[in-house]
């Protein structure tokens, strides 16, 4: 998974992880625990809109800043599409929707 420096150090504090270097992210172990607990965190930040998977996603590839900006700083539950249109950012707009594909497609398959 990719997670910032940033994000594993937090990951790390939190986790009361002693003497972390951004280095041990090369280990798969490391990498999938960090970046995991980063988008588990994401999903709780949005647990208030009807469907928080896209605001996650989004927080995880662009920052909580930027997700907060584009959701109309957490007034009232945001319609999805609403918010993809507000994402000013065509990278992350295209993450988003291509993971959100692949979760529908894996639902439909009853595999999720």
Do not use: C
Request: hydrophobic share 35%; proline share 4%.
């Amino acid at each position: 998974m990719q997670v910032t420096e940033k994000a594993a150090n937090e990951w790390a504090r939190e986790n009361k992880i002693a003497n972390f270097h951004v280095d041990q992210l090369f280990d798969p172990r490391t990498n999938l625990e960090a970046g995991t607990w980063y988008l588990q965190r994401a999903v709780g930040h949005w647990k208030h809109e009807s469907d928080p998977l896209p605001f996650a996603l989004a927080e995880y590839n662009a920052g909580a800043s930027r997700v907060d900006r584009w959701s109309g700083h957490g007034v009232g539950d945001v319609p999805v599409r609403t918010f993809l249109k507000n994402i000013d950012f065509p990278a992350t707009r295209k993450y988003v929707e291509s993971i959100m594909d692949r979760y529908k497609f894996y639902q439909r398959r009853g595999r999720m």
